[in-house]
């Protein structure tokens, strides 16, 4: 069977799947691993191969150590890259600018690139490219593939994707919304036509992505129209741990009345807002049970999720004109059944029927969670990202087989 390692690398993690690509949404990876802690004292690796869990403790001094590392484990389990038929490396990168809307085949030039949009996501492009490097170091022999989280929004129309900003300084630092967890708007928008019996080309849709990190999409025939994200992902919903929009005002009044630099405004937006900035926890089960003993800060912070999920479902309505599905996925989106009913509360004269017992039902399958005569269905689908970018690198990888590259 041919599997595709998959490597989302952060600054002091890497997580990665070893994923057949012909997989279903919901079935298991072969592998999945996590080294955690680089460059600290306290690094372990994790891995899991069919259910079974190993986890090794160590000093893990940089990328390359940890990877090689987590490669022998894997080999000591007999799921090691040379003892599988490993056909691509598929490479998560946050930030692919106005460059990319469409996977690539790495090679230098494609590194340098992706080091350009540094500017652009300098938390994040670094700790991906440092993965692809040391990856490429190790595994010379197979394609790499980087696919873009922002590549599913590159084409959207100016008057969606420009704010209303300064043109000359907008232009000169690429300012402009970028959008991102496209990988997973992707692949979950293209799993509802299906379920409606529609043709993909004539599909309006809103998909939901709500995991710690949260966005709304507004898709037309398969084309992304809208998204809630930005320059940044800070932007649009309230998120776990994260603001989303709030007036850009706050920032100067911050700056100018508490006396805060920019780089605690950024950690106060960023880490310390959102649900958990109101109520203290972002996990919402954790949120789901103080909402029960009446805390009223978790209620005020579901309510004010809530409220701006309701903004976003709406506007999206407007920009479409016509919408045959509403879709959620991720954490929330896929296991929350209140956060489910409340945003989509009383929307029956927009042709929203929502279906309450239906939404009650636990499921790792996809799921329709509206009446079935509801003009507008409402779905649950889950979302697999590693599983879309194992699917994407195996099919670059093959076009790069057919050019004779590898
Ligand atoms: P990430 O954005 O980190 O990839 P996920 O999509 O996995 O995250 O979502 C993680 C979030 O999903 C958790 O923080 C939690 O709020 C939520 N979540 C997970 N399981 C449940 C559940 N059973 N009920 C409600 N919320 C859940």
């Not at 879309?388 to 590898?406: D, F, H, T, V, W």
Request: no cysteine.
């Amino acid at each position: 069977m041919a599997y595709v390692l998959v490597l989302n690398s952060g600054s002091s993690s890497i997580k990665f799947q070893v994923v057949n690509p012909e997989n279903e949404a919901t079935d298991a990876p072969l592998v999945t691993g996590l080294v955690e802690q680089i460059g600290e004292p306290n690094g372990a690796i994790n891995v899991t191969v069919n259910g079974e869990k190993i986890r090794e403790e160590l000093e893990i001094p940089d990328h390359t150590a940890g990877l090689k590392r987590a490669f022998e484990i894997m080999e000591d389990n007999q799921v090691g890259p040379t003892q599988l038929e490993l056909i691509a490396v598929g490479h998560r990168v946050v930030h692919g600018g106005r460059l990319f809307s469409e996977p690539q085949l790495l090679d230098e030039q494609i590194e340098s690139m992706i080091e350009d949009l540094i500017p652009l996501a300098p938390l994040h492009n670094p700790a991906n490219l440092d993965g692809i490097r040391v990856a490429r170091a190790i595994l010379p022999d197979l394609p790499h593939v980087a696919v873009f989280d922002t590549a599913f929004f590159n084409r959207m129309a100016p008057a969606a994707a420009l704010y209303a900003i300064n043109k000359e300084v907008a232009t000169k630092y690429d300012i402009r919304r970028y959008g991102f967890h496209g990988t997973s708007h992707e692949f979950v928008s293209q799993q509802v036509p299906k379920l409606l019996g529609r043709d993909p080309g004539h599909t309006h849709q809103i998909t939901l992505h709500l995991g710690n990190g949260a966005s709304a999409a507004a898709i037309s025939n398969g084309r992304a129209i809208d998204t809630s994200m930005g320059l940044t992902p800070l932007a649009g919903l309230a998120m776990g741990t994260r603001s989303g929009d709030i007036d850009p005002g706050i920032i100067f009044h911050l700056s100018r009345q508490a006396g805060m630099s920019i780089d605690e405004i950024d950690k106060l937006l960023n880490k310390q807002s959102g649900v958990k900035g109101i109520s203290g926890v972002n996990d919402f089960r954790l949120l789901r049970e103080r909402i029960e003993n009446e805390d009223s800060d978790a209620w005020l912070a579901y309510n004010i999720y809530i409220h701006q999920l309701r903004r976003f479902i709406g506007s999206y309505m407007i920009a479409l004109g016509r919408v045959d599905a509403i879709t959620f996925t991720a954490g929330v989106g896929e296991n929350d059944t209140e956060v489910r009913q409340d945003s989509l509360y009383n929307l029956d004269m927009y042709g929203i029927h929502f279906d309450k017992e239906a939404n009650l039902v636990r499921s790792k399958e996809p799921r329709m969670i509206s009446t079935a005569d509801s003009p507008v269905k409402v779905f649950v689908v889950p979302t697999n990202e590693e599983l879309a970018i194992a699917q994407k690198s195996a099919e670059i990888a093959a076009m790069a087989r057919e050019a004779g590259l590898y």
